[in-house]
């Protein structure tokens, strides 16, 4: 408790001067998820010394370049207050909608990923239109379009994986096109952190999951921002099963088996509350890397994988302890 | 001193944030008396009686139950000391039964397993004793009527074996006669020796029912006195303690055209055919008890509920506001009742909030102008005196009276010409009061048509150019200023 008197000063509402000061402890707060990265990234060199190596990097990069774009995806509705079970799903619609187009109809590529992106559009908006304006929580909405997705991904392949040509999807995977996925990724990064910064939906959105009597008292139709949360997150779904299509040059209709909840697991342990109104798009990304990374040092040190899933439980639930301590503290400084 | 204290609570105080909530607040009970605790709102009654039912914890102070000083430290230790509360919103579980929710802490006598027959048996004997043999154990509590969910509550604090029952506004939602049979029951939980704690506004009450009276105000304790020695003006003068005029800031407000007129407006069974008008830099009061339709009325007119029938003009043309959005967009504003659940967003910046419902001026394309919205909010809010920290500080880091001006600046932002302010000082502080005052008073003279509705009749006294009284969705009457006195308030709000 050796910081007592900051905690009076800040009681005193009026007090100007405490917000400016340099507090070592509100840093460290305000920056726990990084916090928490750098400190696997450190450990992980320790440990493995092909961790560091360019080609690990890329593959990490190569890898969470879809995990990231779900866990923005999931982040915006979670904002809201509500939550996205099928994008998992999604993940597969997309890698067999967008492979199936170029297989078999042998439709450019590029194409066929913009076609597979409206599909997770049209099916998270059919989700979104069960939560607004059908009143479905969005556990349940999303549960029902997750089985309906997941077996419209079955039908379209017949269960069997899609080999893909060479010269195709595998184009946004090329080391000659310097990773195009890598591109795409970090541009979105980048492109959902301004609007969740610079705009009103950003704004609204989050003003939602805070409020949303408030928010409509205060005159906006929240139901239509609730509604496009969820078909931002099947857009981005879509196109991360692409991307994980484009990697293994194979459609599959289990591309994506679980990773709603790692999507999920991402936005809390980036400080996401699943109240809603409260989370980062970069600290999702963070928290979504430093799942990935935790696969990835594993794999290096030759963990089998069942024991992976047992260990990554467990950082799960001491990143969001951290976050649960550093919030209390928050409130408290 | 004599020890024939039920209950003993010496020196409280509690702080909330930076507002004094309660002050070296004192309150004692006898074993057996009706003792009547009153204040206007804001005073600190409903804390009180909350550190007492252990929902908050003191900060300060002695509660010594039975000559034993105790420490409560949840509301299960206050009921196993003895001491109940009834609340205003019942702690009911609606589809339970009868005979469960009175036993619902202590549903399984012997053993292990729940023995109906005799639950049953004992909630019948329960019911039995206040006269109510004929309410079923077996149906749902949702099925009751309020009246007869106030008796399983009743029972439900007589089945803990309390000592002490304290009731906050059990009246407020019971018809003459209900509040006629509730009394007796009071009655005969006294002859019991069942100590009651009586909160109500209404003075009538008090003075029927009470042993002795004491009054609080401004989270100070003022008075404790027997009822029968003082009379009803000399309670309102402890009450109120000050002169109303220096609490209402004068105001120049030029009454101008008609802005709003509502006809024969129903809404469900809350609201039954109202009609009222509100002419340009005009304040018009809604009085009436809580649950009078009040709300209800403004809800439907914003177009956050649906009316059933009825006719709105608004500047001479009919409008019928689908939406908040609607009506925002006509420049119709509506602070809501609750600041906390309808009006701010708690965790988010004071700059969001301030800003919330005026976002297509500080934005283009959807592109918020950063800049030129900080600028905005703080000029805004220094128009306002409010005070704070930074404007990107959370809006709860603020104390209720700043947080209220919050609420309030939001709509000052949207260029209203004619707001709804639902219980605009609900909780807030005197001195605060008065700066809201001033902003309401501020909007009428900009040429703003006010709704103010208020359950305090010295604010609707104060503050209204004219006052519209409701009781159960009727309007029973309007009074002009020059014959505005809480006499005549009561009168048309209980419909005597």
Redesign the interface.
Known sequence: MSNEPIRNLNNGMSDINSTKKFSFTKLLIDNNTYIILLILIIVSSLLSSTFLTPINIRNIALQQAGPVLVAIGMLFVILTGGIDLSVGSLMAVGASVSSLLIKDLGMNFILAILIAMVVGLIFGLFTGILVSYGNFQGFVASLATMTIASGVAFVLTNGTPVILPAGTLDNIVDKKFFFPIIIIAALLIILFTLIQRYTGWGRIVIAIGSNPTAVQLAGIQTKRYIMSTYAVSGLLAALAGVFIAARSATGSATIGTGQELDAIAACVIGGASLAGGKGFVIKAVAGALILGLIGNIMNLMAVPSYPQDIIKGFIIIAAVFLQIFTSKSEKAV | MQNDCVVEMMNISKNF??VKALQDVMLKVKKGEIHALIGENGAGKSTLMKILAGAYQKDKGQIIIDGQEVKITSPKSAMDLGVSVIYQEFMLAPDLTVAENIFIDNLVNHGMFLNWKDLRARAKEQLSKLGFGDIDPDVKVGTLSVARQQIVEICKCLARKSKVIVFDEPTAVLTFSEIKKLFSIIRQLKEDGVSIIYISHRLEELFELSDNITVLKDGKYIDTVPTASITKEELVAKMVGRQIMQLFPERQAKIGDEILRVEHLHVGDMVTDVSFSVRSGEVVGFSGLVGAGRTEAMRAI?G?DKKDSGKILYFGKEVNFK???Q???NGFG?L?EDRK????????SIR?NAT??S?RKI?KF???G?KKEKDYVKQLLSSIST????I??NAN???GG?QQKIALA?WLA?DCKCIVFDEPTRGVDVGAKTEIYKIINRLAEEGVGIIMISSEMTEIIGMCDRAIVMRQGVVTGEINKSELSENNLIKLAMGV
């Open positions: 944030g930076g914003f956050a939406s908040p959005k009506a925002i967009k509506f809501p659940a309808q009006g701010l967003l708690l965790e988010q969001v919330l419902a976002m934005k959807d592109i918020i950063h005070k704070y920290g930074s990107e500080d880091s603020l104390s700043n939001k949207a």
